[in-house]
């Protein structure tokens, strides 16, 4: 069965960086456009970003936009998503998805799940 896995979360001070990876496994990877989302307590899950299938179409929320980059390697079936000056209403549970769509922010139109990494941003 498809296996999305993330990893690199954890605790960073504010204006900190963070580098969270997701690998792909029993899936054709390329074929998905790659998504992050995330979700803090009490909170419903919000998009982040997203790449196209080739890597050379980005999407980000406008919170996230010049502070996170979504990066992808369809050699090595990863998706990254690099975070640099996380503030504390960063902190959530990340979780990358695959979709068969072409573009989608809904996470409705994601067809595979992670477990999700917990990051925690200090004031």
């Known amino acids: 069965q498809v296996q999305l896995v993330e990893s690199g979360g954890g605790l960073v001070q504010s204006g900190g960086s963070l580098r969270l990876s997701c690998v792909a496994s029993?899936?054709?990877?390329?074929?998905?456009?790659m998504g992050w989302f995330r979700q803090a307590p009490g909170k419903e899950r919000e998009f982040v970003a997203a790449i196209s299938r080739s890597g050379g179409s980005t999407y980000y929320a406008d919170s996230v936009k010049g502070r996170f980059t979504i990066l992808r390697d369809n050699a090595k079936n990863t998706v990254t998503l690099q975070m640099n000056s996380l503030q504390p209403e960063d902190s959530a549970v990340y979780s990358c998805?695959?979709?068969?769509?072409?573009?989608?922010?809904?996470?409705?139109?994601?067809?595979?799940w992670g477990q999700g990494t917990q990051v925690t941003v200090s004031s």
């Open positions: 029993r899936l054709t990877f390329s074929v998905f456009t």
């Open positions: 998805a695959a979709s068969v769509k072409w573009y989608s922010n809904l996470q409705y139109d994601y067809n595979y």
